[in-house]
């Protein structure tokens, strides 16, 4: 089984920045994907960004030039770092990351317990 553990989120002023984080503990042989998801009150959940395997990246629109994903393969680790956020960044936070527990095998999803980031003067 494997737990995602996340941290980092919290209240920040508009400008301002934040570093998620998001680390995976357990059975891991390969992690594909890591992302982050976002959900705002009344709001359906986002796809904030995700990098795969082989390093590629994908952002929302609305987070492209500010938000940076990025990974630690060493730590099973990966980091979300938040800049110039807006009042309308304001979500739960969460992460997704896929995970094969032995090879070969499917990957299997895994989500993170969620972390609130509130942007607000």
């Known amino acids: 089984q494997v737990q995602l553990v996340e941290s980092g989120g919290g209240l920040v002023q508009p400008g301002g920045s934040l570093r998620l984080s998001c680390a995976a503990i357990?059975?891991?042989?390969?992690?594909?994907?890591m992302g982050w998801y976002r959900q705002a009150p009344g709001k359906q959940r986002e796809l904030v960004a995700v990098?795969?395997?082989?390093?590629?990246?994908n952002y929302a629109d609305s987070v492209k030039g500010r938000f940076t994903i990025s990974r630690d393969n060493a730590k099973n680790t990966v980091y979300l770092q938040m800049n110039s956020l807006k009042p309308e960044d304001t979500a739960v936070y969460s992460c997704n990351i896929q995970v094969a527990p032995f090879w070969p095998s499917d990957f299997n999803d895994y989500w993170g317990q969620g972390t609130q980031v509130t942007v607000s003067s």
């Open positions: 990098l795969t395997r082989d390093g590629s990246t």
């Open positions: 357990g059975r891991i042989f390969v992690i594909n994907a």
